[in-house]
């Protein structure tokens, strides 16, 4: 069982167009994570949400947690070549002050064609 | 610049070999650090927490006498990977908490070690 859903998980659109990536769960997470990956390389964070309803905004990429802290998505305006990568939610289920790994989502898959 | 170090970046061996990667952090310390595993196409997998002067914790499925995880140091962890099959080929990605410490604190990667095993 998956507990990060992410979608989708392939995208395929053209420079200039919009798009919005979705990260769904059942479970509270306490903060959630976007990174970028690369080919070859490992991921990169783009940003973190932790409060509920939280939206954060970098250049044209506008993050947004939900009001439950259960899902998550990013989405970009007027995509560039530049924007094409591998794109992964991940959330930490408990910030208690120990330590935890990150649940990952599946990853989406975004290339924007010129 | 890197601010986690992870060697070596590809290995390729024979079966039956063990294989040693390294995570180093830099510049700072890390009294945690996590490894995870990727397969083509897939996502990141947790694989165990490596701790500094304690055991590993490992996930659920992951065999510990398989990955062997030595935190020697603030600053490094080992994950051996014991009699290597091909089944273990794999991308291992180790990461650290900046702070050292977990929380909401983003994590920092290493950049990954392709391991294929012929």
């Known amino acids: 069982t998956q507990l990060l859903e992410q979608s989708p998980q392939f995208l395929s659109i053209q420079e200039g167009e919009n798009l919005t990536v979705y990260c769904n769960s059942s479970s509270v997470f306490s903060s959630l994570q976007w990174y970028r990956q690369e080919p070859g390389e490992g991921p990169v964070l783009l940003v973190t949400?932790?409060?509920?309803?939280e939206v954060k905004k970098l250049k044209r990429l506008t993050f947004q947690f939900g009001d439950a802290r259960k899902d998550s998505s990013l989405h970009i305006t007027a995509a560039q070549p530049g924007d094409t990568g591998l794109y992964l939610c991940a959330g930490l289920l408990n910030s208690g002050g120990g330590a935890d790994g990150l649940t990952f989502g599946k990853g989406t898959h975004l290339i924007i064609q010129p | 610049g890197a601010v986690v170090s992870q060697h070596p970046s590809w290995v390729i061996c024979k079966s039956g070999t063990s294989v040693k990667i390294e995570c180093r952090s830099l510049?700072?310390?890390?009294?945690?650090m996590f490894w995870y595993r990727q397969f083509p196409k897939q996502s990141l997998m947790l694989m165990a927490t490596?701790?500094?002067?304690?055991?590993?914790?490992?996930e659920q499925g992951v065999e510990k006498d398989k990955f062997l995880i030595n935190h020697a140091s603030l600053t490094l962890s080992t994950l051996t990977v014991t009699s290597a099959h091909p089944e273990d080929s794999s991308f291992y990605i180790c990461?650290?908490?900046?702070?050292?410490?977990?929380?909401?604190?983003?994590?920092?990667f290493g950049d990954g070690t392709r391991l294929s095993i012929l």
């Open positions: 490596s701790n500094e002067g304690s055991k590993a914790t490992y």
């Open positions: 990461s650290a908490p900046l702070d050292g410490v977990s929380g909401h604190q983003p994590q920092h």
């Open positions: 510049d700072f310390q890390a009294t945690t």
């Open positions: 949400v932790v409060t509920g309803g």
